[in-house]
C-alpha cells in the first residue's frame, strides 16, 4: 500500500510542485489548503490530489483534518510544512495582528501538523517530516520581522523535534528556499526584484520543481540517515 503524505499549502506554487513530485515518487498525496477553493479545484481535477481544506493555525482544526485524512485516505506516513503566509511591514508600522498570524500559521502550523501525526508515525516505526523554511529566516530580511522569526523558527524546531524522532526511524528535515518564481515573489515591485535576482549568483530565480525534488529526496528511504539538517536551495544567493 501507498505511503500517504500530507503537504500543506499545497494547491499552489511550490506546496502544488511538491505535490507533483511526491505523487509521480508513489505517494498517495493529500493536499491541504486554507481558503482558495478554485485554485483547489484546479488542484484535484488537473492532478487527481486530494484536497483537504483547513487552517493549520488552528490546533483543533489541524488535529480533526489529520484524523479525517487518516480515516479516507490511510495512516499518514509524511508531512510537508510548507504553508505560509506574509504580512510585511517594519516593526513601527506592524501591527501585532501582523506578528501573531504569521507566527500562529508559518510556526504554529508546523508544531499541530507535527503533533497529529507523530505519534502514528512513532507507532509504525516509519515518518518523514519536512518543514519549508527560508532564506530569509537564515540571514533575515527588512521589514519581515514576523515572517523572518516564524522561519528561523522552524529551523531550530527541526532540529528539536530530530532528536525526538530519530530513534522511531522518523526523519525531521528543514528545505530553506531562496527567491522561487512564485506568485508571492512575482508580487514584489519590478525593480525590487531586479536587485535581488542581481544577488543571486547563479543569476535567476529558482523554480518550484527544484524545492519539490529537494523534499521528494527528504521523503525518500534513501534520506534514511538524513535528519535534523537544513537543505539551503538559493542560487547561491546565501550560504549557510
Not at 489529520?66 to 508531512?79: H, Q, R, S, T
Amino acid at each position: 500500500m501507498a505511503r500517504v503524505a500530507i503537504v500543506t499549502g499545497g494547491t499552489r506554487g511550490i506546496g502544488r510542485a511538491i505535490c507533483e513530485t511526491l505523487k509521480s515518487d508513489g505517494f498517495t498525496v493529500v493536499a491541504n489548503y486554507a481558503g482558495n477553493d478554485e485554485a483547489a479545484r484546479e488542484c484535484a481535477e488537473e492532478t487527481g490530489i486530494h484536497c483537504y481544506k483547513w487552517d493549520v493555525g488552528n490546533h483543533e482544526d489541524a488535529m480533526a483534518g489529520c484524523i479525517k485524512v487518516a480515516e479516507e485516505v490511510g495512516p499518514v506516513d509524511v508531512v510537508v510544512n510548507n504553508a505560509g503566509i506574509t504580512r510585511d511591514g517594519t516593526l513601527l508600522r506592524m501591527s501585532y495582528e501582523d506578528w501573531h498570524d504569521v507566527m500562529r500559521v508559518n510556526l504554529g502550523g508546523c508544531f499541530n501538523m507535527a503533533k497529529a501525526c507523530f505519534p502514528g508515525m512513532k507507532e509504525r516505526g516509519w515518518g518523514r517530516i519536512v518543514n519549508i523554511g527560508s532564506i530569509n529566516g537564515q540571514a533575515g530580511q527588512y521589514g519581515q520581522v514576523n515572517y523572518a522569526a516564524a522561519k528561523s523558527g522552524i529551523h531550530g524546531f527541526t532540529k528539536a523535534l530530530a532528536q525526538e524522532g530519530a530513534r522511531f526511524n522518523i526523519t525531521v528535515n528543514a528545505i530553506a528556499p531562496g527567491y522561487i518564481d512564485t506568485d508571492m515573489v512575482a508580487a514584489v515591485p519590478e525593480q525590487v526584484l531586479e536587485k535581488i535576482v542581481a544577488k543571486i549568483p547563479v543569476g535567476r530565480l529558482g523554480h518550484a520543481e527544484e524545492i519539490a525534488r529537494g523534499v521528494s529526496f527528504l521523503c525518500s528511504d534513501d534520506a534514511g540517515f538524513v535528519t535534523g539538517s537544513t537543505m539551503s536551495i538559493n542560487g547561491g544567493q546565501h550560504m549557510y
